[in-house]
């Protein structure tokens, strides 16, 4: 029996949301301010994340799992200020943090989540 698949904030090359068997995938999300401070980054990002888990009927609250990439190690404690802020007590995700090399210059951070719908 096929399983419904819905996509949402859907382009040519990526759907920002993907919502399949119960589980609500969302693309990688860099942040618009790509030269600001890991901090504000990060607080944009987490926004973002905030406003696609709502488009899908469901919170932060529901998170599953977290990939986070940062361009440099050096910012992993000022991220974690933001990360530790945002994340909802009782609620913490998995997480993997990697540092890696991203696509377009001045961009510091990149965050994936997965969550239960």
């Known amino acids: 029996m096929s399983q419904e698949i819905k996509r949402l904030q859907t382009n040519a090359r990526m759907s920002q949301v993907v919502v399949a068997n119960g589980v609500v995938y969302l693309s990688g999300q860099v942040p618009d301010t790509a030269g600001a401070a ?24 529901r998170l599953l799992t977290a990939n986070i990439w940062l361009s440099d190690p050096k910012h992993f404690d000022a991220f974690n200020g933001v990360w530790d802020a945002w994340v909802e007590k009782g609620h913490a995700p998995t997480r993997a943090c990697v540092t890696s090399i991203l696509m377009k210059p001045g961009l510091d951070v990149e965050i994936a989540v997965t969550a239960l719908a």
């Open 38 to 61: 890991i901090d504000v980054q990060a607080t944009e990002i987490l926004t973002r994340i905030d406003n696609l888990l709502a488009s899908a009927g469901i919170d932060k609250t």
